[in-house]
């Protein structure tokens, strides 16, 4: 089990952008791991944003934030970023970070992985 602590959530005009981090902590050692954002705004089911895996490069993201958001990690400290770019209203969302115990792929639905964060606000005023 690993414990999944986000931050960097906030407020942000329409075209700003925010940086998430996602602190992992635990005695397993997270290059076992894949690790996913998802989102979940009012009213809509929890979706994939971006995911990766630490043991290998692969990187998945929803169509919907391609080209505009983009997860980094710093490895010796056990963080997940995820750099959000180009905001749009339509991103409003809580953000979550969640992990599973997993070598090979991304995983890319929500009831794949085990272990979740607390979650972070993330809100885009037009």
């Known amino acids: 089990q690993v414990q999944l602590v986000e931050s960097g959530g906030g407020l942000v005009q329409a075209g700003g952008s925010l940086r998430l981090s996602c602190a992992a902590s635990g005695r397993t050692e997270v290059s076992s791991y894949a690790m996913g954002w998802f989102r979940q705004a009012p009213g809509k089911e929890r979706e994939f944003v971006a995911g990766?895996?630490?043991?290998?490069?692969?990187?998945n993201y929803a169509d919907s934030v391609k080209g505009r958001f983009s997860i980094s990690r710093d490895n010796a400290k056990k963080t997940a970023y995820l750099q959000m770019l180009s905001l749009k209203p339509e991103d409003t969302a809580v953000y979550y970070c969640?992990?599973?115990?997993?070598?090979?792929?991304?995983?890319?639905?929500?009831?794949?992985?085990?272990?979740w964060g607390q979650g972070t606000q993330v809100t885009v005023s037009s």
């Open positions: 990766f895996n630490w043991s290998g490069g692969r990187i």
């Open positions: 969640a992990a599973v115990r997993r070598q090979v792929g991304v995983p890319l639905t929500s009831n794949d992985y085990d272990d």
